[in-house]
């Protein structure tokens, strides 16, 4: 009930604002255009009546004998006009009408934002048409040839890290072969193992973080939570579920090394408990263990 007393209220309000504003304005109205002195009423009522009585008298007027005058001091006479057929309207065009500057803002933020769209849709779609043959993380890398990636890892003190690619690569030893080829029986990266070489994602299995390699346990230890794997990214400790998860490596006749890095071919790392190279640490740990 309070609601609608509140409603009539304002409407009061509202009608009584508007006949005041009314008033005001007809106020303003009458000063702007002012009114006649009652002289000049009866004057010009009197020439009224006089044009009016001129008019009614027979022979020339008053307005005819001045036009007269004026044409034979001009020297000239008036041509009558001739009549003409009249002229079909035909309503303007809307576009040619000027824009304001309001539908100028919206039809260009609207053209953009069209501009926009059809820019990203073209974009997608070549993406979808051409997508990356490679050279990057997502695609197949070209790493080397064998010789020159194990050279690469001695000289980085057992560790390589290919950043195109999201990667580690770490020699893999003969003598774990018998093992490795029981555990990682039919996957696509036992083929690098027995050429020598791992290619293991950066990626720790626990929570995501970038695991680096400790240099005097070598063992890749995760600062986030802890987990550690060895150099061939088996489990050794810590929260993680199983070992780091590793690529498909392919080797060419001649030694050449590629690397897939597709997601969809990620290879899941093996359980714990996998330990084929048989690898302890060598030195103290960068990060506590369990």
């Not at 002195?37 to 008298?57: F, G, H, I």
């Not at 980085?156 to 195109?164: A, H, M, Q």
Request: aromatic share 6%; glycine share 12%; hydrophobic share 40%.
């Amino acid at each position: 009930m309070s609601f609608l007393v509140v409603i009539a209220i304002l409407l009061i309000v509202g009608a009584a604002a508007a006949a005041i504003l009314s008033s005001v304005r007809r106020r303003d109205t009458a000063r702007a255009t002012g009114t006649l002195a009652r002289e000049t009423v009866r004057r010009d009522s009197k020439r009224r009546k006089a044009d009016a009585a001129e008019d009614a008298a027979p022979g020339l007027k008053g307005r005819e004998i001045e036009r007269a005058a004026v044409i034979a001091r001009s020297g000239s006479s008036i041509v009558p006009a001739t009549s003409t057929a009249p002229t079909i309207w035909v309503p303007p065009d809307p576009s040619t009408f000027g824009v304001s500057r309001r539908q100028f803002l919206n039809r260009s933020m609207v053209g953009l934002m069209g501009l926009s769209i059809t820019t990203f849709a073209a974009a997608a779609f070549t993406a979808f048409l051409w997508p990356s043959g490679g050279g990057g993380f997502g695609g197949q890398i070209r790493v080397g040839k064998i010789p020159d990636i194990k050279a690469d890892i001695e000289k980085n003190k057992g560790f390589l890290y290919k950043p195109e690619g999201r990667m580690w690569i770490t020699e893999f030893p003969t003598s774990a072969l018998p093992k490795a080829r029981v555990a990682y029986a039919g996957l696509a990266c036992l083929p690098g193992m027995e050429a020598g070489i791992v290619a293991l994602y950066q990626k720790c299995v626990h929570l995501g973080c970038r695991v680096p390699n400790c240099s005097s346990s070598q063992w890749f230890e995760c600062p986030c939570h802890g987990s550690q794997y060895n150099r061939v990214g088996e489990k050794k400790g810590g929260p993680a579920p199983r070992g780091l998860d590793r690529f498909p490596v392919a080797v060419a006749p001649d030694g050449s090394v590629t690397v897939d890095t597709a997601s969809a071919k990620i290879i899941q790392g093996p359980a714990i408990g996998t330990n084929t190279s048989g690898q302890e640490a060598e030195g103290p740990h960068c990060v506590g263990g369990e």
